[in-house]
Each structure stands twice: as C-alpha cells, then as structure tokens.
C-alpha cells in the first residue's frame, strides 16, 4: 500500500482537486446567498465573533468579514487556508486562520464564539460516527453560553430518493469531470470516485469523495450528546421548510450553556 493511499481522502482532495470538480458552483451570488441567511438564521450582530468550522478557501468567511463581523476560519488544508489569505487580502477582509483537525480545535478557540457556521456539507467527512461525534463536542466547547451553530449538511433522503449512479459535467475549459456515486444504505455513506477528461483526451483519476449521511434524528441526538439543543432545521437557504424532497438540510442549534459538555 502506497503512502498516498494512506492518506485520509478529505487530505487529498483538498489539494486541488475539490476546487477542480466544484469550483463552477461556487459563484458569488450562492455566496451571498448562503451568507445572508446564515447571518439572519443566527441573528448575527456586528459585535459577533463567528467560527468558519471547514472554512476551506474562505468564501463564507471573507463575506462574513466584510460585513464587520470578527470571523476565524480552521481548515484541515494549508492549500485551502492559503487560498483564503491571498483572497482576503484582495477583498481587504480581515479573517483570522488557523490550520487545525476540528477534532482538536486550539485551546484558545474554548468558550469564544457566538455563532459557528459549518458549510457544504462539511460534516461526516471523517473515519467514524465517534469522529463526528468528537466534532460536535469541539464546537459546543467554541461556542459561548447561548451561542449557535448552524449546519448546512445534504438531505440524506434526498440523496436516497434521487440517486443517480453516474454523471457527468463540461467545464467551460473543455475539461469534463465524470462522477461515479456508490450509495452505501447499510452504513449511510456515499462514496463518489471522478476521474478528469482533459481536453486532449487525456484520463486522470482524481481524488475520491465519502460522506456519511445523518438523519435528523441521529443528528439532533448527536446535538443533545454534545450538550447542544436544536432549534430549527430548514432544506434551503431561503428558509425552505426541511422535508424529504429538499436537497439541503440545515440545522441551527444553540448551547444552552449549561455547563457539563463531555470531552
């Protein structure tokens, strides 16, 4: 087994790959989009401190920034973070960054965040349900007495009612990105393998993508484990009451503080 198999897949497609298949969905307007209705879904003030948990290359936390909030973003990829830095620079955005497992959030991010955003479904990346579990713990550590969290996560049974094995999508390039999707039901996961058609004709096979799917019960009794309580649960981002036909499913939970969070 080679070392680049060792390596965890969200490692390696954060390299590059992520914004080779996804970059062409990322458009400002979804930007602002996504941003503004976090801001109202939290009741964001502009004396906030906000956490962007999986920041990647910063997109919601540069538009958040630019509204006066205080936003650090923590991402696993230095590839990612610096990416981040170069276009906060360029939009004069003042973020915070840190490079970091949100299994193991730096000690000073305890107790100093009245809002955390985790965007793209961002959750379920990781080897186990434990890992996941980890995470929410991490968070109601960051977060202040009665600060919120909010989830933008994929349906899983949207993805259930429309799964579509093999897809495919041009780029205006001229690459086109095939996508192979193996919907696991027995351990909730959906594996997607693409491999990249240069315009020459040339085959690459790129970087995997495993998701762990959560229903909303399992996540609202993952919440409550971590100490945190749901509040509302939405399937869009323009306020889309959450039913099994809506692609997204996006949690907002609070911490009530009450103290007593389990590491």
Request: charged share 20%.
């Amino acid at each position: 087994m080679t070392q680049e198999s060792q390596t965890p897949w969200y490692v390696r497609f954060f390299k590059g790959d992520y914004l080779r298949v996804y970059g062409h969905t990322l458009q400002p307007n979804r930007t602002d989009l996504e941003t503004q209705f976090a801001i109202h879904a939290l009741d964001l003030q502009p004396h906030h401190n906000v956490l962007d948990l999986c920041c990647g290359q910063g997109r919601h936390s540069i538009a958040l920034a630019k509204t006066g909030l205080s936003v650090t973003g923590v991402d696993l990829s230095e590839e990612m973070l610096a990416i981040a830095r170069s276009t906060a620079d360029e939009a004069g955005a003042i973020l915070t960054l840190h490079q970091a497992d949100m299994r193991h959030l730096p000690d000073d991010l305890k107790n100093r965040f009245d809002a955390v955003i985790n965007m793209f479904s961002s959750f379920g990346y990781l080897e186990s349900e434990e890992d996941d579990q980890q995470v929410l713990h991490q968070i109601a550590k960051a977060l202040k007495p009665g600060g919120k969290l909010l989830m933008d996560l994929l349906n899983r049974e949207w993805v259930i009612i429309n799964n579509q094995e093999f897809d495919w999508h041009q780029h205006e390039d001229g690459r086109v990105v095939l996508e192979r999707r193996q919907l696991d039901l027995k351990n909730s996961s959906n594996t997607v393998t693409y491999t990249e058609i240069l315009p020459d004709g040339t085959r690459r096979e790129m970087s995997d993508l495993q998701l762990r799917l959560y229903t909303l019960t399992e996540l609202t009794k993952m919440l409550t484990k971590a100490g945190l309580t749901l509040q509302n649960v939405y399937g869009g981002f323009q306020a889309e009451p959450y039913n099994v036909n809506t692609r997204r499913m996006i949690v907002v939970a609070s911490n009530p503080g009450l103290g007593g969070v389990c590491a």
